[in-house]
């Protein structure tokens, strides 16, 4: 309802958002994730919860060439190693066997094939990586070891909460960490300017022809939200509804405090 009372095609800073504003972490990122592409290996991307990690990465691998790239994305990974293994085998269009052995001469040799004789790199995304189970991160390494250790034929990407980060660096995962090649960790926006640039181009892309927000307003959802654009667009989208319930053409600050502090 207040989609259609404002003009818009889609909440602001929701998932519809088709071209994310970049404050240069974009593109600081894009060049890690290149790095991949040309040596593959381990990277290791965090960040808070709603700040934008896997839109980041959908939008980088949106251009990628499918005859030279697959991507394996999986955000199922609460589950033991052997799941995990089999969840994997599905996704790459294998069948899961039960034996842990036999999952991964098939996924080795599936992934062996797609790298040397199709010259296809495969590149799986692990989301929600914080869950992984601690035999999974323990006995990786060994999965990704080809050729006596001689070769890469594989680009995995750890993604997950800043707490990932910290679980793979302890001492009972120093194989593991040792692999990492990169790390990224994205950061909220918090600069005033930056923020405000942000939500001028979120309320674009979901086609507002109009200024709805006061300067006040975008800094009283700034200091809300912590400059996360998840919890911003919440109070933002709470504001549109409260707005529109009362047939304002944009949306007073009162309105966004009121809803902040229905949100709390």
């Excluded at 600081?28 to 990277?43: A, D, H, T, Y």
């Excluded at 109009?210 to 809300?224: G, M, P």
Aim: proline share 5%; glycine share 6%; hydrophobic share 40%.
């Amino acid at each position: 309802m207040y989609r259609q009372f404002f003009g818009l095609k889609h909440e602001p800073l929701g998932k519809d958002c088709t071209q994310l504003w970049d404050n240069g972490q974009i593109i600081k990122f894009e060049k890690q994730f290149k790095w991949l592409l040309q040596s593959p290996g381990i990277g290791l991307l965090t960040a808070d919860p709603g700040l934008g990690k896997t839109a980041m990465l959908h939008q980088v691998t949106r251009a990628l060439n499918p005859h030279q790239y697959l991507i394996y994305y999986t955000s199922e990974t609460d589950f033991g190693r052997l799941e995990f293994y089999r969840h994997l085998a599905v996704l790459m269009g294998l069948p899961p066997s039960s034996r842990r052995s036999q999952l991964w001469r098939d996924l080795k040799g599936h992934i062996s094939q797609l790298y040397t004789q199709k010259n296809i790199l495969p590149i799986v995304i692990i989301d929600e990586g914080q869950n992984l189970q601690a035999e999974f991160l323990r006995d990786f390494p060994s999965f990704l070891n080809f050729v006596f250790d001689s070769k890469d034929y594989i680009t995995v990407w750890l993604v997950g909460h800043t707490s990932l980060a910290k679980i793979i660096d302890r001492p009972s995962n120093i194989a593991l960490a040792s692999r990492i090649q990169v790390r990224y960790e994205l950061k909220p926006i918090t600069d005033s300017e930056s923020f405000k640039k942000l939500l001028s181009h979120a309320f674009t892309q979901a086609g507002c022809v109009q200024t709805l927000l006061s300067d006040s307003a975008v800094e009283t959802i700034r200091l809300a939200s912590k400059g996360n654009p998840r919890q911003a667009n919440h109070v933002i989208v709470t504001a549109l509804r409260l707005a529109a319930d009362q047939n304002f053409n944009h949306i007073p600050d009162d309105i966004v405090k009121e809803a902040i502090e229905f949100l709390k």
